[in-house]
């Protein structure tokens, strides 16, 4: 499929109508979701309306939005007016939101084309979209393989090239990870930059939503549609939001950029260190000045400072599901707690259970202290060690993942070595910075994500980075055959 | 860090989770493990340190104290389970 900006030039060209587009889009789904499983919904008679709209906006010839007319597909976590919104769960199977996400809301002004909704971990608790409560999304460079998670089902479909781009959200990596593992450019913007507003609610004080793209200039074009203050977001962030794609250039020189030696740690699969390494060379070609000695030390508590955080806060976020208001309810009782209790029982997957309970644990008299107050206290140590250190650096880098793609069912019978997937994006979300995972090679076909990290609302320098690189190397342009 | 039956069923009761039996005795030890891994946080020194809630200088956002339009009352309720005229129905709350 064409970039957003191939495909914009074709629009305002005429060389190619949008009903055109996402027909070939809707094909293209036909054909590969058999195979890649990455869509829970697809929206087609809607996606046609859209398509024929957003060809009468570019026939009047005013300067329309880059998106307009540009198929889209947005994760199953962010609510679509009239149309289902499942989060991969069955407690939400047959919810229908009605009203839209802000994101959502932003992309239908701008003219876009939304295909359906992308398949996710359940509640985007995963790193695989094994804990889909729907299915198991396949890696379109090897079927056999987990697309990365959570949101797995929309990475998934933009590589195999059902949809232009798509929307993920990320909490502890849930849009890096995924575009590692299937060779596409994935940004999580700082935290407060894009609106959560219709975001179904995970660990509140880390989610945040961003593009997944076929390569770094569509990454801005979408970040420029999605980003902004939104007042139905508390944490919306009052910055003025730059045009993106004007930082885009190929000129490093004079940029600081760090290496963390904690991210390249025991158990690093030594293709994935071989390819970043080769990968900062080339940034040292380009004029960056690079320090290869640089230290996070705290970063080894990282993990457990998410993996009590984002529990606790999901065991709050998650209490509204009660079988009262909407969702799944159990129904063969009288008793109000008995109704809640297999309602929640039958309703929630077994990795959505593990973190309600683990994260009410951390939260109940008596362990609060020891645990969630601990680990906010570290969080606060995480978060000095990379204010530190972005006094002398304008960005680091470091692997997406330590591995390639592992095996479906490698990881699903031990959480830990599940968890430990998202050990090198997990920093970034403890210290709300911006991060994009970008295409950086390849080790025995699948693919292998470099990460770029930020200072806070800095995200133009993390996408002149990745435009630079992307502009000397062909990794992005390589398509997996299905 | 061993976290028994018994604290599994008060936190399942907390949490208002329904579980199986299997389910009690695999998130006994499943749990106990992950917090026997996580206990390395101890270890931190977090001395005069303060907690951080979230990562943005943001303190106390208040809204407008306007009137804005809200969502009529058919489609709030289209998700209910059940539901009685304007109303949420609910079970009995009280004997």
Known sequence: ?482 | MKLSREEVLHIALLARVGLTEAEVDRLSEELSNILENFAILQKVDTTGVPPTAQSIDLQNVLSDDKVTPSLPQTEVLANAPQKEGHFFKVRHVLE
């Not at chain 1, 004079?254 to 994935?272: C, S, T």
């Open chain 1, 1 to 482: 499929m064409p970039t957003i900006h191939e495909a914009n030039q074709l629009l305002k060209s005429r060389k190619l109508s949008s009903v055109e587009l996402t027909r070939a889009c809707l094909e293209r789904i036909k054909e590969a979701e058999p195979k890649v499983h990455a869509l829970v919904t697809v929206t087609d008679q809607l996606a046609l309306k859209q398509a024929e709209k957003a060809d009468r906006l570019l026939a009047k010839k005013d300067n329309h939005n880059p998106l307009t007319g540009i198929p889209a597909l947005v994760k199953d976590n962010m609510c679509t007016r009239g149309v289902r919104t499942t989060c991969s769960s069955n407690i939400l199977a047959n919810f229908v939101p009605p009203y839209d996400a802000t994101v959502v809301e932003k992309l239908n002004n701008a003219g876009a084309v939304i295909l359906g909704k992308a398949n996710m971990d359940e509640f985007a608790m995963g790193s695989s979209t094994e804990n889909s409560a729907l299915f198991t999304t396949g890696n379109p460079w090897d079927l056999s393989r987990v697309p990365g998670g959570s949101s797995g089902g929309s990475a998934a479909a933009v590589a195999a090239g059902e949809a232009i781009y798509a929307l993920g959200s990320d909490t502890g990596g849930s849009i890096r990870l995924p575009a590692g593992f299937c060779n596409v450019v994935g940004l999580k913007p700082t935290y407060g930059r894009v609106s959560r507003y219709g975001l179904v609610a995970f660990a509140s004080s880390l989610d945040q939503i961003g593009p997944l793209t076929q390569d770094v200039t569509d990454c801005a074009l979408v970040l420029n549609a999605i980003a902004g203050y939104d007042s139905r977001d508390s944490t919306s962030v009052p910055h003025p939001t730059p045009d993106y794609t004007r930082c885009l250039s190929t000129e490093l020189k004079g940029l600081k950029i760090g290496i963390p030696r904690e991210y390249f740690m025991a158990g690093i699969q030594p293709e994935v260190e071989a390819a970043i390494r080769a990968a900062i060379d080339k940034l040292a070609g380009l004029g960056a000045k690079i320090d290869g000695e640089v230290s996070l030390p705290h970063t080894p508590y990282a993990l457990a400072v998410y993996y009590i955080i984002a529990p606790s806060e999901a065991s709050a976020n998650l209490a509204r599901y009660d079988g009262v208001k909407y969702g799944f309810s159990y129904k063969e009782t009288d008793n109000m707690w008995t109704a809640m209790e297999k309602t929640r029982q039958h309703g929630f997957g077994a990795e959505v259970k593990r973190r309600i309970m683990l994260g009410t644990y951390a939260l109940s008299a008596g362990y609060y202290d020891a645990w969630y107050l601990k680990a906010q206290k570290v969080r606060t140590l995480i978060r000095r060690e990379f204010d530190q250190l972005f006094e002398k650096f304008d960005a680091l880098v470091t692997p997406t993942s330590p591995t390639t793609p592992f095996k479906i069912g490698e990881k699903t019978d031990d959480p830990l070595q599940m968890y430990l997937s998202d050990v090198c994006t997990i920093p970034v979300n403890i210290a709300g910075l911006p991060a994009i995972s970008i295409p950086a090679g390849f080790a025995n076909g699948l693919p292998i994500g470099m990460q770029i990290i930020g200072k806070p609302f800095a995200e133009e320098t993390i996408l002149k980075i990745a435009y630079a690189y992307e502009q000397t190397t062909y990794w992005h342009k390589r398509r997996p055959n299905l």
